[in-house]
């Protein structure tokens, strides 16, 4: 039996902000959280050695949050979903993490980030390859099976850490010899459910790589762009069907540049542009975590959905 237990509004203060003087002073944080736990032995024998001690719980959070300086709410809630799943026995962690006072004078009541997390995607956010961080905080809008397309996939790593989840997923890139590296692993982890496909995904007009039609679930592209290649990815979508897309901004070239070629980079708002088919759910330009966290890149995320087909007004 799976029950839960909630914590509502863990107040403490922490240094948490992108400057130094934002980090200067502790400010008010809050958390909730929900623990996925099994209970059965507890209701039974009513004895607080076989469940979780929410309060032992309360005081890791608040040590946590004030001990150490954070950037941003995205890397102290990592630190937490760590150390909850490492030291209690919980099966899902939904947290919601919050500044109460943000230093913005139109922000009245607060500002924060949400993420759901399974202890199996935990363990798999730790094997390498990793996947990117935006995928891994899309996971709670992704449908619970499907077939996957990743594009571009090279050596595979969300097609790898989707499949160990238990979704169908199936890997494209002109790179036939990363598509074999990407296979090798996938046998090594006894991952059955992955194929991949070498396709030219800029082939010279007027030829157009052949993705499928409403064939997918889901389809993911990271770091690659062409942009004729949208109405085919477009196309291969389901109806209903969600494209999780990230890749670099215009931004990332000025300031850094990488792409060292700008058509490489997306201008702002052009990904909305590209996607108007669609129905956006989530989309953000700015600094986000690069390839392994060790570094912050300009880039565009977005997370679209394909309209379902709609009926004659009766």
Sequence with gaps: M???IIIERLEFRGRCGVTPE?????????????LDCQFESAGRSDD??????????????VELGTNQESQLLEALAERLLTALFDEFRVDRIKLWLRKLHPPISQITRSMGITVERTRLAQQLIGAEPRPANFLIQQLPRLPPT?????????????TLFLAALGYQAEAIDRDSQALTQLSSTAQARNLAKITTRT???EPLPPQKPDLGHSAYDIILVFYYLTRPLFPQIMDALKPGGLLLYETFLIDNHLQHQHPRRREFCLLHNELIRLTSDLRILHYDEGLHNGHHDATSVYTAQLVAQKPLPTGPLT
């Design 48 to 61: 607080l050695r076989h469940t979780v001690d929410y309060a032992i719980v309360a005081e890791r959070v």
């Design 2 to 4: 799976v029950s839960q």
């Design 199 to 201: 396709v030219d995904l």
């Design 146 to 158: 499907g077939k996957v397309l990743d594009v571009a996939a090279g050596t595979g790593r969300h």
């Design 22 to 34: 934002e980090r200067a002073r502790p400010q008010a944080l809050a958390v909730d959280l929900e």
